[in-house]
């Protein structure tokens, strides 16, 4: 990898952040899991690693916030290593179309969720870690903090209470899954593990660390550690481009062109592969439930840079 390929990327990321903080915010912070209600709709924060470990950033990029639905990649990550490809047995590949927490889709499909980063998909995930996981909680905190050997990652148990006392929707996908036989484990066990993966808190900064394998064939070029084997991490790539931004993952496609995935923290992380990841932080979200800024942060800056895999 060229660093000249990266000259003015600290410039324009930049400059784009600071014209995305002047346009109106025409989003709405998450206030269905309460606790995420009292978070400053105004922070704004953008972070991007490249594989050869240049970095740069603008704004909130420091602060932690709670990932919610990015996580979902990471449990996916360490599921494919576990069950291996009967994982595929209990859940598809294919773009829901439908919000993330949609009911309807599901029980036509008889309790297959259309892909591992809906809610569904991401319970059924769940189940999977906890059958194989000895401390499911422990296990999977250790497996986040060794892809990018960050020790200081962590659930917010406060977050993960607020969204279980809030969690029906959850509650009553798995309800529906348990019903055609998709899940296999205690289903408030399942249910807690999954509010505890959605409260993991990160920067902008940590988080494009953490996802940076993802742009480097599954290993983490920082440390030259595999996290999944090549064809893994092509087969994450491809879900997260159909599937990642809830039923607007083909906006994003349109607007940003790079696989992503997003959460109602109102984070969201972006690959390009053989180049970089990039973490954007703004708390409101549009209709769809993915970050205004966030998107439009993106948008430009691969537009500008001609970033996009496209
Ligand atoms: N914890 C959230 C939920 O289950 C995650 C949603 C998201 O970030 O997409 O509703």
């Known amino acids: 990898m060229k660093a000249e390929k990266f000259i003015g990327y600290q410039k324009l990321l930049s400059s784009i952040t600071v014209e995305c903080q002047k346009i109106d915010d025409i989003g709405n912070v998450a206030s269905y899991i309460p606790e995420l209600h009292h978070i400053d709709p105004n922070k704004l924060g953008v972070h991007l690693t490249t594989i050869d470990n240049q970095n740069f950033s603008f704004g909130d990029s420091t602060e932690k916030f709670s990932i919610q639905s990015i996580s979902k990649v990471l449990a996916l990550a360490l599921a494919i290593e576990l069950e291996g490809d009967n994982l595929w047995n209990r859940v598809g590949v294919e773009p829901s179309g439908t919000a993330f ?91 807690d593990f999954y509010f505890n993966l959605c409260s993991i808190e990160m920067s902008c900064q940590e988080l494009a660390h953490e996802f940076l394998f993802l742009a480097s064939d599954g290993i983490n070029p920082v440390t030259n550690q595999r996290i999944v084997s090549s064809r893994r991490s092509k087969r994450i790539n491809a879900i997260m481009l159909m599937c990642g931004f809830y039923d607007e993952a083909g906006e994003f496609s349109f607007k940003v062109g790079l696989p992503g995935k997003s959460g109602v923290g109102g984070g969201i992380i972006a690959i390009y592969p053989g180049n970089y990841s990039i973490a954007v932080w703004s708390p409101k979200l549009n209709k769809k439930g993915n970050s205004y800024k966030g998107m439009k942060v993106l948008e430009s800056f691969t537009t500008k840079t001609r970033s996009s895999i496209f």
């Open 101 to 191: 927490n949609s009911l309807v889709q599901l029980e036509y499909e008889n309790g297959i969720p259309r892909n591992p980063l809906i809610n569904a998909g991401a319970l059924v995930i769940c189940d999977i870690l906890i059958s194989h996981l000895k401390k499911p909680k422990y296990d999977f905190l250790e497996f986040t903090r060794n892809i990018s050997e960050n020790p200081n990652l962590n659930y917010n148990s406060k977050i993960a209470e607020s969204e279980k006392l809030a969690g029906f929707r959850n509650a009553s996908l798995i309800n529906l899954m348990r019903s055609y036989g998709n899940i296999n484990n205690d289903i408030n066990i399942v249910l």
